[in-house]
Nanobody
Framework: QVQLVESGGGLVQAGGSLRLSCAAS????????MGWFRQAPGKEREFVAV????????SYADSVKGRFTMSRDNAKNTVYLQMNSLKPEDTAVYYC???????????WGQGTQVTVSS
């Protein structure tokens, strides 16, 4: 089992930046990829970014390409989402997700609120 704890959300003006963190603990050796998702009020949860646990491959949603960067600190078992040039439409609860090798279902963090004011 893997536990995920997100942090770093908050209120920021449009054009500003935030960095989210997601710390993984437990059976981290079984993780294949880590991802960020977000859910705005009244909308479905959507993909934002993903990184391999080795940290060498990343992928982004078109809506955040060029503005968001996902990275990983191997020593801390932590992934980050650096969010620049934030827009009001980025306002959402951001969730961290771990995908595992084999057939185990994903693990999710508790979420962290990001609010971008215009």
């Amino acid at each position: 089992q893997v536990q995920l704890v997100e942090s770093g959300g908050g209120l920021v003006q449009a054009g500003g930046s935030l960095r989210l963190s997601c710390a993984a603990s437990g059976r981290t050796f079984s993780i294949r990829t880590m991802g960020w998702f977000r859910q705005a009020p009244g909308k479905e949860r959507e993909f934002v970014a993903v990184i391999t646990w080795s940290g060498d491959i990343t992928s982004y949603a078109d809506s955040v390409k060029g503005r968001f960067t996902m990275s990983r600190d191997n020593a801390k078992n932590t992934v980050y989402l650096q969010m620049n040039s934030l827009k009001p439409e980025d306002t959402a609860v951001y969730y961290c997700r771990a995908q595992f090798r084999g057939s185990s279902g994903p693990s999710w963090g508790q979420g962290t609120q990001v609010t971008v004011s215009s």
